[in-house]
């Protein structure tokens, strides 16, 4: 059965984050020393795009503009990346996260190009892209904040990207576009394509592989903080002294369920399948 069963690998979150964290790094380390052009090699902006950096695209989302911009980023892909980035699968979840960052890229140049200057930096449209996916796989699944980390507030997932649109919008309509000439702290059209790259994900590529948005139960993002694993289940009683008919067939249908993970991800496993690799895990563990 491939090894046995799927080892556990560095998440493809964990990647991210490191990256995330070791680009504020450098670029910390380069401002201390007075050295500027670590920003201009990396950060988006029109004029770096006029000297054929297209690689900023991607790369800006590396960057940030203080500590508090770099820890809400942070959370916020560690918070809500591990409930999508199962969804996805590790190549589907990276394709996902950088078409977030170049089509907010791509949105905020429209905007910059207005006025001709700025430069953006941060992976805010990056977490506000998996915040509105997460909505339209749940859109009515329960999520519970700690406002302030002591005030728990209820909200369904769909309420909570209305409001965000809303709040984008009129961000973009009242205070990026008539401060073009001076561009504002918040760069409400990056995100808008965040959410842009989202829903084109969805429409298109997740929702069109077929998997049943089933009802979910609530849940708590000060559970997140908490290593998670299944409630433990009786053993089944499988024979394991020969291999039986039935036993081969198990054996296929694992490795069938494997290739499923590896085309759409965990997420879309169906209650069945998931029992049969609990199955499969502890008729192994017995051998």
Not at 198 to 218: I, K, N, T
Request: charged share 20%; hydrophobic share 50%.
């Amino acid at each position: 059965m491939r090894s046995d069963y799927p080892q556990e690998t560095t998440s493809v979150l964990t990647w991210i984050l490191s990256a995330t964290l070791a680009g504020a790094a450098l670029q910390f380390a380069f401002g201390q020393l007075g050295f500027r052009s670590f920003d201009a090699l990396f950060a988006l902006s029109l004029d770096g795009l006029r000297h054929f950096k297209v690689w900023t695209l991607a790369s800006y989302v590396l960057l940030h503009g203080d500590l508090l911009h770099l820890l809400f980023n942070a959370l916020g892909i560690f918070l809500i990346g591990r409930e999508v980035a199962p969804l996805l699968g590790t190549t589907r979840f990276l394709q996902f996260y950088l078409a977030a960052a170049v089509l907010g890229g791509v949105l905020w140049l429209g905007v910059s190009a207005l006025g001709g200057g700025g430069v953006l930096v941060g992976a805010s449209a990056c977490v506000v892209g998996m915040l509105v996916f997460f909505a339209l796989v749940y859109p009515e699944r329960e999520v519970t904040f700690l406002v302030f980390f002591v005030l728990p507030v209820t909200l369904k997932p769909k309420i909570l990207a209305w409001g965000l649109l809303v709040f984008e919008l009129l961000g973009l309509l009242f205070s990026e576009l008539p401060d073009a000439l001076f561009p504002t702290a918040i760069a409400h059209s990056a995100h808008l394509g965040g959410m842009l790259a989202a829903w084109v994900y969805f429409r298109f590529f997740y929702a069109a592989a077929g998997w049943d948005r089933a009802s979910q139960p609530r849940i708590e993002f000060a559970t997140w903080f908490r290593r998670r694993s299944p409630a433990p289940e009786a053993p089944p009683k499988i024979e394991t002294k020969t291999e039986t008919p039935a036993r081969r067939d198990l054996r296929a249908e694992v490795d069938r369920i494997l290739d499923k993970i590896n085309s759409h991800g965990f997420g879309a496993l169906t209650e069945d399948e998931k029992r049969i690799l609990d199955d499969a895990k502890d008729m192994l563990s017995r051998r």
